[in-house]
């Protein structure tokens, strides 16, 4: 990633460094979703209007995790491997809920509910085995907790299938929908492709409702960070330059997401859009950017009087 920079002309105007302009978006995005999540409070998975908001602030998180992981630790690679996750989520994000047709975007969500879950089942043990390093008390405890958990995770599950069989495509696609919910599969390609192995979208095809300058093979190239490789584990530099793309990418990235939500919330947008300013406040905001903005605003005034 070390080559790849993107220039952001409203931040070069200013003179805004790469660490300053990617902590103004995180901040407005933070602060956008804050509004957000007070129109839509609701935590719960059939609230289609709140749940990707609740996303949405995961990947914010994850930004700010990536700040600390640059700012005080200094870490290429860790940074790279972020990054990833980011365009990870936010690939998915575009795919689920940036979608025109209701039932397909309700398709997903639960699907991509049900893909989560039956992970966290995967990896819960079938039976326990107390090799005696647990007193049975806390294996009794530990054994209800499994249980309890994997009680839960399926009921959600069996929710969200019902969620699903409840649409209205359902019975004239119910061979294929069927097959999707046994893979799990919210990255289907249509619902007339029965052959599960070719209805299931690559990451690189992901990458490309990204819609950025770089290629979808750049995001996966970036595995070589996730799964170790040789070159993750070559001598990197500490200095403030080499992080510099991987802000610069990320600026795209949380870029593109605050787009999508434009279009997502078009109407929410609207009502918070005035409660924005609040972002200005934001202890983390550069103050010399916020300076500016006024003078900016000053300019403008005397110029309409």
Known sequence: MENVRISIPEFDERGLTYEESFRIIVIMLNHELYYLKNLHPSEAIDDLDAYPLQVAQRIVNTAYTLHSIIERDKDYVVANIIVRSIADYISSFILIYNEADERKKVLRHYLYIIDGLQGRLNQLPENLFNDGQL????????SKQIEEAKANYQAICDFSIKQIRNLPNYSGHKAVIDKLIRKANWKFKSLTITNMDKNTLKWNDLYSY????????????LSEFVHGLSTSNLAFGKNNEIFEPVYSITISLMGKLREILDVVYSDDIKIIR???ITALCDEGMPNHYVMDLLDSLKKSQRVKK
């Open 210 to 221: 990204l819609n950025l300058k770089e290629s979808s093979g750049f995001f996966s190239s």
């Open 135 to 142: 007193v049975q008390a806390e294996y009794e405890a530990l």
């Open 274 to 276: 005035p409660k924005m």
